[in-house]
């Protein structure tokens, strides 16, 4: 890789000049806006890449994010990594995934690699048991956001969308629609968001119909595997044989489908169907899925400007735990 000292040798300048423009420092340093596009251009023809190790030592910022989540390859993820990325690179920020698998041991090994190559900030969709990397984070000062979830009994930063409202929306949809016999399925996860969906559920329904409905609770555990998740589903609908139902997770919702379809029941007259959060397959099926979508790009720019905010010198943004209002997106399926 060409050197400081090679691009100052062609151009004709101290090192120190080179330096100064590939910095964005020459206009402080009274330096020619000529002189700063010839060396601009050589560095750019040379093929010139800072030494990131170097600028970290000096600055003591690597100019790198790190991005832990659950599953990269779920929709959801997939999708507010993309935006994060996008809205870092505006900021001058690198991303590094890492993905857990909901594992809290690789999680922590994760958090702790991430620490250790001095990361600038971090943004953590957590695993259940994750409070004490979270707070040795927080008490290194290192600036972090959680996403999707957060844990009641620390002060991080988080932002989500309000779960208990999406899911309360949901059934009462249902409700509206002349529904009384109403199922949910979700999994068996601690975290707060799939507490909070389980709790507004319950609530709704006792509300309205008069009773918790807990018969009608399915409670698939989150680590089986799709094949037994459908079976589930699926002995449920025959046994319970809800009039509606709603899926915690679009994964669930996915697999919903497939027990629905293997039974040959037909949406909705035989069971009508929401989702909590929206998946590509459902815009597919026939009819299309009604969902409560989860604002994902709002989510991701939130939280990365609440991130920034954190390792800036002026702090700007007052509220940094949020929860962002889901929207429901009627389709075809009640």
């Known amino acids: 890789m060409v050197s400081l000292k090679e691009i100052a040798k062609k151009v004709g300048v101290a090192p120190s000049t080179v330096s100064f423009v590939l910095n964005g420092k020459d206009k402080e340093m009274r330096i020619s806006g000529d002189l700063a596009r010839r060396i601009k251009a050589v560095a750019k023809k040379e093929g ?10 000096r600055t003591g910022k690597s100019k790198i994010i790190g991005l832990v989540v659950d599953m990269i390859s779920g929709s959801f993820f997939a999708s507010l990594a993309r935006i994060i990325e996008k809205e870092m690179e505006h900021h001058g920020y690198k991303v590094i995934y890492c993905s857990t698998g909901n594992d809290l041991q690789k999680g922590e090994d994760l ?8 990361v600038d900030g971090f943004l953590i969709i957590p695993t259940e ?19 999707d979830s957060y844990f009641p009994g620390t002060k991080a930063p988080y932002v989500l969308v309000n779960n208990y409202d999406g899911v309360s929306k949901g059934v009462s949809h249902f409700i509206k629609k002349g529904y009384s016999k109403i ?14 969906r389980k709790k507004a559920y319950i609530d709704t329904v006792k509300s309205v119909v008069g009773k918790t409905s807990k018969n009608l609770l399915l409670t698939a555990p989150f680590n089986d595997s799709k094949e037994d998740t459908v079976q589930q589903i699926r002995s449920f609908l025959q046994t319970k044989k809800p009039q509606a139902v709603m899926f915690a997770a679009n994964y669930l919702g996915v697999c919903g489908l497939e027990a629905i379809k293997s039974l040959g029941l037909k949406i909705p007259d035989d069971v009508a169907v929401i989702c909590f959060d929206d998946h590509e397959l459902f815009t597919l099926y026939t009819p299309e899925i009604t969902v409560i979508r989860q604002p994902v790009e709002e989510i991701a720019q939130t939280a990365v400007a609440i991130l920034i905010d954190q390792m800036g010198s002026e702090k700007k943004i007052k509220e940094k735990q949020l929860l962002l209002k889901g929207k429901m997106i009627e389709r075809m399926s009640v």
């Open 129 to 147: 048991g994750m409070e004490k990397d979270i707070n040795m984070l927080m008490n290194k000062k290192k600036p972090l956001v959680l996403m």
């Open 183 to 196: 199922g949910f399925v979700c999994n068996d996860l601690k975290l707060i968001q799939m507490q909070d």
């Open 48 to 57: 010139y890449r800072p030494n990131q190790v170097a600028i970290s030592l």
């Open 111 to 118: 958090i702790h690699m991430l620490y250790q190559h001095q």
